[in-house]
């Protein structure tokens, strides 16, 4: 009989240990998100963005696979054109004993397929052996939740923090919790489909025995529980649904093909990069901003995109104009920067905008978000007619109309300015919105209140697509009024 060869302990080539500043690869669907290293791991880097996120809290910030007591190699690494698929592929270090190899490097393959689901991390590991003996080895995962709010994650200090104990595990199953100082609590539950050799909280062991070519797999299922249980799902039954979305729910029906196979993967990789940040709200499809410390609804990037994007997928803007006029400001409230018939700025998830620690709960200081929605509008009807959706719309272009002219203009000088009402929200409310970003030629920072240029031509945009639409809707006095107030914008700002 072939000796059996063990894999626990001799090895004399490591796999690279730098960890940091390496690219990443990500993942995302719904409110979830997923930021890993190349080897698909997350590692508990300090100061680091690995993780899995759902709802603006990180659910693992360290899951790490190890072959033995080392990484292993890493041979390639990919997300699938779709983005729905993260594939990674590893293979053992040479393996040595009394300075012979027993075990070539290369060896042993393990290929590392991921998927997301709202709410879930679901991983499929297949372990091959391709050398001439049977081989033992042991398949360690360590794993942690921190359960940190994005905002934390991003470098914001919290005085006080919730309690994170409770944690537990059985034959098939471990479950992370942390109870957050809104009284929710919050879980990572991993879930394993055979049961490990040795697991306690924090580690899961899988003692791996395979003839030659043979071939074994783990799944992994974790969820990302807020107060209630998740379902559980299954690795084929997710890959089954994403393969569907992709061909049913594919947003934009538009194919661009050229004679240039450059342009035409650049064109594919962005349809699909924006496909992977549309996300379902209850105000319709919406594209999230931008992963990992943006991925959530802002109003000025959703209209923006939605802009860019009309040509050939109209329902992007018609899901952004929904959900902004579903979260449009009815009253004021200085905390929030809110204001009658203003539009968002952005909103979050979380326990920190929960316990108002941030005021981006539903945030609303920015002063260009409010005109470019209704020139999204008028941008939206010119393209598809749809009026019976305008009709259903123009309250809430009236009220972001009557915010223009009052709580916009508090001066009456004809230009849109800001100053923030929170103490805590955004200085600068354009999309210049850093802090020292507006100054004077000597350098000196510009004191609000603020009038920035490009944001009198979104209202010159707004005033001009108001006119439009209320000629469209028999508004004979509007239609003049608009026009003319638009005019008078243009003749003031030269």
């Known amino acids: 009989m072939a000796e059996l060869v063990s894999l626990e302990e001799h090895f004399a080539i490591v796999a690279d240990s730098d960890r940091s500043g390496s690219p990443r690869r990500v993942l995302k669907h719904g409110d979830t998100f997923g930021v890993f290293d ?16 759902h709802a603006g809290t990180r659910f693992l910030s360290r899951f790490e696979l190890l072959l033995g007591r080392r990484r292993p190699l890493l041979l390639s690494s990919t997300i699938s054109e779709d983005n729905t698929i993260l594939a990674v592929d590893l293979t053992n270090p040479d393996v040595v004993r009394d300075g012979h190899v027993l075990v070539p490097r ?7 397929a991921r998927i997301l689901r709202n709410g879930h991390s679901l991983e499929r590991i297949r372990i091959t052996n391709h050398s001439r003996h049977p081989i033992q080895t042991p398949l360690a995962f360590h794993f942690n939740a ?14 006080r923090r919730g309690r994170r104990d409770g944690d537990s595990a059985t034959s098939d199953h471990s479950i992370l919790r942390y109870e957050g100082l809104d009284g929710i609590e919050r879980r990572t539950v991993i879930r394993w489909n055979r049961e490990p050799s040795r697991s306690d909280n924090g580690a899961a062991v899988f003692s791996i025995t395979l003839a030659p070519e043979e071939v074994t797999e783990i799944e992994i299922a974790i969820a990302c529980e807020v107060g209630e249980r998740a379902p559980v799902v299954r690795f084929s039954d997710v890959l089954e649904q994403s393969r569907q979305d992709t061909s049913t729910h594919d947003i934009c029906k538009c194919r661009v093909v ?16 924006l496909n992977m940040m549309l996300t379902d709200t209850p105000g319709g499809v919406y594209p999230y901003a ?34 902004l006029a579903s979260t449009q400001a009815t009253a004021h409230d ?8 203003k539009i968002l700025h952005e909103t979050r998830q979380g326990e920190m905008a929960a316990l108002h620690e941030i005021p981006f709960g539903k945030y609303y200081g920015s002063a260009d978000s409010t005109p470019l929605f209704v020139a999204l509008a008028a941008a939206y009807f010119e393209r598809t007619a749809d009026r019976e959706f305008i009709d259903t719309l123009w309250p809430h272009i009236l009220a972001a109309l009557d915010w223009m002219d009052r709580s916009g203009d508090r001066d009456d000088d004809g230009f849109i300015e800001y100053e923030r009402q929170s103490l805590t929200g955004l200085v600068q409310q354009g999309w210049k919105d850093s802090c020292d970003s507006v100054f004077h030629a000597d350098g000196a920072l510009a004191d609000p209140p603020i009038a920035l240029c490009e944001i009198q031509g979104y209202a010159y945009q707004a005033w001009h697509g108001a006119a439009r639409l209320a000629r469209a809707r028999g508004h004979l006095k509007e239609n003049r009024d608009w026009r003319a107030r638009a005019l008078r914008l243009r003749s003031r700002f030269d």
Do not use: K, M
């Not at 290369?106 to 590392?112: K, L, P, V, Y």
């Not at 050229?258 to 990069?273: C, H, I, Q, T, Y």
């Not at 802009?307 to 952004?320: C, K, M, N, Q, Y």
């Not at 200085?334 to 018939?341: L, V, Y």
């Open 38 to 53: 190349l080897h698909g791991d997350v590692l508990p880097l300090e100061n680091g963005e690995l993780g899995l996120y």
């Open 106 to 112: 290369g060896s042993i393959h393990i290929f590392r």
């Open 146 to 159: 921190d359960f940190c709010d994005v905002f934390e994650v991003r470098g914001t200090r919290r005085e």
């Open 258 to 273: 050229s004679s240039n196979d450059s342009l035409n993967r650049w064109f594919n990789r962005s349809a699909a990069d």
């Open 290 to 323: 931008g992963i990992p410390w943006f991925s959530t609804p802002f109003g000025r990037d959703g209209i923006i995109t939605a802009l860019e994007t009309l040509w050939a997928a109209p329902d992007i803007a018609r899901g952004v104009l929904e959900f």
């Open 334 to 341: 200085e905390a929030q920067d809110a204001e009658p018939g």
